[in-house]
């Protein structure tokens, strides 16, 4: 049976075998400053900002093949080895486990789980007998391994081992995941590496990107990949405000959970939680709007201005940090909704005509609410927003182009995150604001290009 593609990618990881059966699978790690990707936390100096972050880059291209040598490694230890079954009738993977070890495996569905969970590895081999345990070390350090898959079929030669993935300080315990490995399906999904862009003890923002469930099926969305890029709370973590934090112990979620949702077509930051205090009190913020203030660039169709005269807007400029914004003021499904905005670029683009680069604030959190806004109040729908009118022409030529420059998707990315660090005080007991941005998408500027007028 041909491997799938998601077994043949982690199986490009496997480089050798030690003699107490320890498998190292290098995967690129990054661990950068909160400086690096713009998190900043107020009275904070370098030193206490700094950020420890993972990411996991798809191994199948030169970048990452090269920085693995430089990189540190994911360890998986084998726990037990079977020899081949040494007959003629090939048999099913789970069933296979079954006879193979009815202690380790004692019904169809716990094998069936054990394979789910990406622990079994399958050594394809010529002989069916090994003198020594050197030499059945050396086949499985081979690279004619899979990982078993619940409608893999046993061959007569077929060697069996079962895996299970060390512990580690950088992500969460394979007892808490579950699973061996990360979701690979979602990183080969994803356009650029999930970054980590600011973690503590307590939380954590990463960048979603964009054709990405925040929450969504299960080993296919964001959620899934936070315990493996991810640290887990340590026992000295604490949370709390003013000069009670220090005392205030934390319970530890059993993994990290996003705090709020963006659209599936939209990325950006992305705050996730890693205790239930951290859940409740961002929960809440994020619900009252009340110290958490969230940012978004957008590219839309034309020039933004005001079409809908229902719609409450005020030619009077209100100010956030040092730039001037218009406001929306029209409710959604008859609940308020309010929106800062300004226009930043204006340029002509093929095969768009006119296009606008769009900074927005939104000081509610209606759903869709500033795709609507843009749509109905403004007259400048999103780029690439086909359920409000921003789609792409249909032209087969156009498309192609689209395609070449990969500018698909929608232009739409949540650029920064600010609130209060209620878990996070300087010396006197103090809370910090802390403030995290992420450049726009390398599309934005493949689209805008260099004769943008920036206001």
Same mark, same amino acid.
């Given at each position: ?25 290098? !995967? !690129? ?19 206490? @900002? $700094? +950020?420890?972050?993972? *990411? $996991? ?9 090269? %920085?693995?040598? +430089? ?43 054990? =394979? ?26 081979? /690279?004619?391994?899979? *990982? ?10 077929? !060697? ?8 580690? @300080? ?20 994803? /356009? ?10 307590? *939380? ?40 009670? +934090? ?31 205090? @951290? ?9 009252? /709007? ?7 660039? %957008?590219?839309?169709?034309? =020039? ?6 229902? $719609? ?7 100010? =956030? ?44 959190? /209606? ?13 400048? +729908?999103?780029?690439?927003? %086909?359920?409000?009118?921003?789609? !792409? ?63």
């Amino acid at each position: 049976r041909r491997p799938s593609a998601a077994s043949s990618l982690l199986l490009m990881l496997l480089t050798s075998i030690s003699p107490r059966t320890v498998l190292t699978f290098h !995967v !690129v790690v990054w661990r950068p400053t909160s400086r690096r990707f713009g998190a900043t936390i107020a009275g904070a100096d370098d030193k206490e @900002a $700094a +950020a420890p972050a993972a *990411i $996991a880059r798809n191994s199948a291209s030169d970048a990452f093949a090269n %920085a693995c040598s +430089a990189g540190s490694s994911w360890q998986y230890e084998i726990v037990c080895t079977y020899p081949p079954l040494n007959r003629r009738v090939s048999l099913p993977l789970p069933k296979a486990l079954c006879q193979l070890d009815p202690e380790r495996f004692p019904s169809t569905s716990q094998a069936r789980k054990a =394979v789910n969970h990406r622990t079994i590895l399958i050594t394809r081999s010529k002989c069916t007998t090994y003198s020594n345990d050197n030499e059945l070390g050396t086949a499985i350090s081979g /690279r004619n391994n899979i *990982i078993g898959e619940t409608n893999a079929v046993l061959q007569d030669c077929d !060697v069996v081992s079962v895996r299970r993935r060390l512990d580690s @300080a950088t992500c969460y315990p394979q007892r808490a995941t579950q699973y061996c490995d990360p979701p690979f399906e979602v990183i080969s999904r994803s /356009r650029s590496p999930i970054e980590v862009l600011y973690e503590d003890d307590c *939380i954590a923002v990463v960048n979603k990107p964009e054709s990405l469930d925040t929450i969504g099926e299960k080993r296919k969305d964001l959620q899934s990949m936070l315990p493996f890029i991810l640290r887990p709370p340590t026992t000295t973590a604490h949370f709390g405000a003013g000069r009670n +934090a220090r005392s205030s112990a934390v319970t530890p979620l059993m993994l990290p959970r996003p705090v709020h949702r963006l659209d599936r077509a939209t990325s950006g930051c992305v705050l996730v939680a890693k205790t239930k205090e @951290a859940m409740s009190r961002y929960s809440q913020m994020f619900a009252t /709007r009340c110290g958490m203030q969230k940012s978004y660039m %957008a590219i839309v169709l034309g =020039v933004p201005k005001l079409v809908d005269v229902s $719609a409450s807007y005020s030619d009077e400029v209100v100010h =956030v940090e040092g730039k001037a914004f218009f406001t929306v003021d029209y409710p959604i499904e008859g609940k308020d909704a309010v929106t800062l905005w300004r226009t930043v670029a204006t340029c002509s683009s093929d095969p768009w005509g006119t296009i606008s680069l769009v900074h927005l604030i939104p000081k509610t959190g /209606r759903n869709h609410q500033i795709r609507r806004h843009l749509r109905y109040c403004l007259g400048s +729908a999103i780029v690439g927003d %086909a359920k409000y009118g921003g789609a !792409v022409h249909s032209r087969a030529e156009k498309m192609e182009q689209l395609e070449a420059r990969n500018d698909k998707g929608m232009f739409l990315c949540s650029n920064a995150l600010s609130f209060e660090g209620t878990h996070n005080t300087d010396d006197h007991g103090e809370e910090r604001r802390i403030s995290v941005q992420t450049p726009l998408p390398e599309k934005f500027s493949a689209i805008l290009g260099q004769d943008a007028y920036r206001t």
